[in-house]
C-alpha cells in the first residue's frame, strides 16, 4: 500500500493478488487506486498485470506521477500513472534487463524526471555494449527521447 497525494486529493494505491494454490506461479494482480474522502474511499483506476510489483512510489511528496517497477520472466517492467482531471492514466510503458533510473532535471528540479531504461543486449558482463533509452516528459505522456550507449546516458539530460 502506497500514499500518493496529487493537487488536493489523497489517494491509496493498493496490490491484490488472487490465491491460487493450484498455480502459485500465476498469480493475476491488480494495483487498484483509491480516492480518500473524509472516511470514504472511491475507486478511480484498476491495473491488472501477471507480472510481480517490486516497488511503487509517488516521485515527489505531493504532485508528481506514480512510479511502478515490475519483474516478469528475465525482465523488469516499469509503468508510470498520472492524476490529473481526478483520473489516472498509463504515461509510460517500459522495460529494460536492468532496472529504471530515474533523474530530477539539472536547469527544473519541479520538473517531470528523466526516466532511463538499460538493455544489456545479451552482454550483462560487458557495458560497452549496453543501449540506453532516454525518455522524458512531452506535456502529455513520457516519449522516447532517444537511444544512446550506457556510458552518454548522462550526458543527454538537462
Same mark, same amino acid.
Given at each position: 500500500m502506497t500514499d500518493w497525494k496529487v493537487d488536493q486529493d489523497d489517494l491509496i494505491c493498493v496490490l491484490r493478488e488472487s490465491l491460487d494454490l493450484q498455480s502459485p506461479g500465476e498469480k493475476d494482480r491488480e494495483l487498484i487506486v483509491f480516492r480518500k474522502t473524509g472516511d470514504t474511499l472511491a475507486e478511480v483506476f484498476r491495473f491488472k498485470s501477471e507480472l510481480m510489483l517490486i516497488s511503487m512510489y509517488p516521485h515527489w511528496d505531493r504532485g508528481g506521477d506514480l512510479i511502478t517497477v515490475w519483474q516478469g520472466g528475465s525482465a523488469y517492467h516499469f509503468?508510470?500513472?498520472?492524476?490529473?482531471?481526478?483520473?489516472?492514466?498509463?504515461?509510460?510503458?517500459?522495460? *529494460? !534487463?536492468?532496472?529504471?533510473?530515474?533523474?530530477?532535471?539539472?536547469?527544473? %528540479?519541479? *520538473? !517531470?524526471?528523466?526516466?532511463?531504461?538499460?538493455?544489456?543486449?545479451?552482454? %550483462?558482463?560487458?557495458?560497452?555494449?549496453?543501449?540506453?533509452?532516454?525518455y522524458k516528459w512531452n506535456g502529455h505522456e513520457y516519449s522516447l527521447s532517444e537511444t544512446v550507449q550506457y556510458a552518454r546516458r548522462l550526458t543527454k539530460l538537462k
Open positions: 509503468y508510470v500513472f498520472n492524476y490529473s482531471n481526478r483520473k489516472v492514466r498509463v504515461v509510460l510503458e517500459s522495460g *529494460s !534487463k536492468s532496472p529504471p533510473e530515474i533523474f530530477g532535471s539539472i536547469r527544473s %528540479p519541479l *520538473s !517531470k524526471p528523466y526516466i532511463l531504461a538499460t538493455d544489456t543486449m545479451g552482454y %550483462p558482463a560487458d557495458s560497452k555494449k549496453w543501449k540506453t533509452k532516454v
